[in-house]
């Protein structure tokens, strides 16, 4: 049932955007999905098509090049659901044709979008985004776990909850998610943060106890920065609490050598980068404006660049090389 009559445009229509359209759209939301290049041909002449565990669905879906294609309206919410690397170019684009107090919705990675977006728009919401969806070629998403393909709850940035936070979350859970309004939203985002860190090396590291070492330690290295300034982020127990029942009905990604992050499936679609700055080198930010340091983050960040610039496919950068490459920095990483 259609619990509101807004429209939704969604920015980025890969594995979470162009699910999450698909799903919305099914719900009888009007949804109008930005992407480009074969994939917004693929979306304009046949539709998206969604894989999950029952079966496989084409969805109809109306899919533009950009915010200047859009008909704006007071009943618009938007969802950015691009990676982090391209949210300002987005907001530059949306804040000439959108209003500035239309909704813009982080349901994004990373904890820096909602600061952006807020810098142009009056009411900002975040999501912790738990969606464990796959895009690797135009046209087609996989969703991981079913029936519920993802948990994303939704809270005002910085904080709070009001009546398009209700809604939204409402119009989530009418199109088969799980969402609960967060007056918190935050704490859960930087948990999300925190869980995150591990993306850079899955993208790039074959399977290894080098590479499975590099992601404990970045990850016990960000709760102790995250710790260290101040910034409160949700316990283990309540994410399983919350997010348990679907992360254990998640199916591995196919031909991942890890994880399948979403780090891994842009190299895979060869997108020529990465969102570590916004994920490990936030760690290392927060780290240098408080008088600390995140050595390990800042390996990681560090070195998915290189890897991207280099040109190097996913998953290529073998247990030895990696070893080697951190044990030239070891000592100032532990």
């Given at each position: 049932m259609v619990v509101t009559d807004r429209r939704f445009v969604i920015y980025g229509a890969g594995a979470v955007g162009g699910g999450l359209g698909a799903l919305l759209t099914k719900a009888g939301h009007e949804v109008v999905l930005i992407a480009r290049g074969a994939h917004l041909a693929a979306l304009q002449s046949a539709g998206l098509q969604v894989v999950t565990q029952a079966g496989t669905e084409t969805v109809p879906v109306a899919a533009v090049s950009g915010p200047h294609e859009v008909s704006w309206s007071a009943d618009d919410v938007v969802l950015l659901t691009m990676k982090?690397?391209?949210t300002e170019s987005a907001l530059n684009d949306l804040a000439a044709v959108a209003h500035p107090e239309?909704?813009?919705?982080?349901?994004?990675?990373?904890v820096a979008?909602?600061?952006?977006?807020?810098?142009?728009?009056t009411n900002v919401y975040g999501v912790p985004t738990v969606f464990p969806a796959v895009h690797l070629q135009p046209g087609v998403v996989e969703f991981r776990s079913w029936p519920t393909p993802a948990v994303?709850?939704?809270?005002?940035?910085?904080?709070?909850?009001?009546e398009n936070a209700q809604l939204i979350s409402a119009a989530i859970e009418s199109a088969g998610c799980r969402s609960v309004p967060r007056p918190d939203v935050m704490r859960w985002k930087y948990a999300k943060l925190l869980t995150n860190l591990v993306n850079a090396i899955d993208a790039i590291a074959e399977p290894g106890p080098i590479a499975l070492e590099i992601m404990r330690r970045s990850r016990a290295e960000g709760e102790e920065i995250l710790a260290a300034v101040g910034i409160e982020f949700t316990s283990p127990d309540e994410e399983q609490l919350r997010f348990g029942e679907l992360r254990s009905s998640t199916a591995r990604v196919s031909g991942?050598?890890?994880?399948?992050?979403s780090s891994w499936q842009s190299l895979v679609r060869g997108a020529g980068r990465i969102e570590a700055d916004y994920l490990n080198g936030e760690i290392?930010?927060?780290?240098r404006l408080h008088g600390h340091s995140a050595p390990v983050n800042e390996f990681v960040r560090r070195?998915?660049?290189e890897f991207v610039r280099d040109g190097r496919?996913?998953?290529?950068?073998t247990d030895a090389e990696l070893r080697a490459a951190y044990d030239a920095v070891q000592p100032t990483a532990n």
């Amino acid at each position: 049932m259609v619990v509101t009559d807004r429209r939704f445009v969604i920015y980025g229509a890969g594995a979470v955007g162009g699910g999450l359209g698909a799903l919305l759209t099914k719900a009888g939301h009007e949804v109008v999905l930005i992407a480009r290049g074969a994939h917004l041909a693929a979306l304009q002449s046949a539709g998206l098509q969604v894989v999950t565990q029952a079966g496989t669905e084409t969805v109809p879906v109306a899919a533009v090049s950009g915010p200047h294609e859009v008909s704006w309206s007071a009943d618009d919410v938007v969802l950015l659901t691009m990676k982090s690397n391209d949210t300002e170019s987005a907001l530059n684009d949306l804040a000439a044709v959108a209003h500035p107090e239309t909704p813009i919705v982080c349901v994004q990675n990373a904890v820096a979008n909602e600061r952006a977006a807020l810098r142009r728009f009056t009411n900002v919401y975040g999501v912790p985004t738990v969606f464990p969806a796959v895009h690797l070629q135009p046209g087609v998403v996989e969703f991981r776990s079913w029936p519920t393909p993802a948990v994303l709850d939704i809270g005002r940035y910085p904080g709070g909850l009001d009546e398009n936070a209700q809604l939204i979350s409402a119009a989530i859970e009418s199109a088969g998610c799980r969402s609960v309004p967060r007056p918190d939203v935050m704490r859960w985002k930087y948990a999300k943060l925190l869980t995150n860190l591990v993306n850079a090396i899955d993208a790039i590291a074959e399977p290894g106890p080098i590479a499975l070492e590099i992601m404990r330690r970045s990850r016990a290295e960000g709760e102790e920065i995250l710790a260290a300034v101040g910034i409160e982020f949700t316990s283990p127990d309540e994410e399983q609490l919350r997010f348990g029942e679907l992360r254990s009905s998640t199916a591995r990604v196919s031909g991942a050598g890890i994880g399948g992050s979403s780090s891994w499936q842009s190299l895979v679609r060869g997108a020529g980068r990465i969102e570590a700055d916004y994920l490990n080198g936030e760690i290392a930010l927060l780290a240098r404006l408080h008088g600390h340091s995140a050595p390990v983050n800042e390996f990681v960040r560090r070195i998915a660049n290189e890897f991207v610039r280099d040109g190097r496919p996913a998953g290529s950068m073998t247990d030895a090389e990696l070893r080697a490459a951190y044990d030239a920095v070891q000592p100032t990483a532990n």
